[in-house]
């Protein structure tokens, strides 16, 4: 490898590592109060289906899994971290725009959720710095 690309190497600040975490477990949480907040008022997500008839659990595991994997990559530092926010914040749109016909109250709540991940996941950009040279 030669210099120049042994300097462009950029890293992402541990306090804005710290930041895009607790985004993303915020927004585990906010999702999680969703499902059971709607699931309570008979208005479930597609994703989660009423309780006398569930949806796929498939949906709801690949959700869980985008969100974990997504805290997991800003817990590690990534640099790459904030554009896989970016992309699991849009995730987490479509998913929110599949129920704009049944249940839109439950999906202007998932897309408020969407963007609040989103801004969280935009804002780790400030943190990604160049490493220092070894």
Known sequence: MNQTAKDSRR???????????????????????IAISSRTISRPPWWLGPSTDPATPFALIILAIVITFTAVTFLGSYSVAPWIGVFSSGFL?????????????????????????????LATFAGLHRAAPQ
């Open 11 to 33: 890293v992402l600040a541990s306090g804005w590592a710290v930041v895009g975490t607790a985004t993303w477990v915020a927004t585990l949480f906010a999702i999680v109060a």
């Open 93 to 121: 749109g479509v998913y929110a725009i599949v129920d704009l016909g049944a249940t839109i109250g439950v999906a202007v709540a998932q897309i408020v959720v969407a963007v609040a991940a989103l801004a969280g996941s």
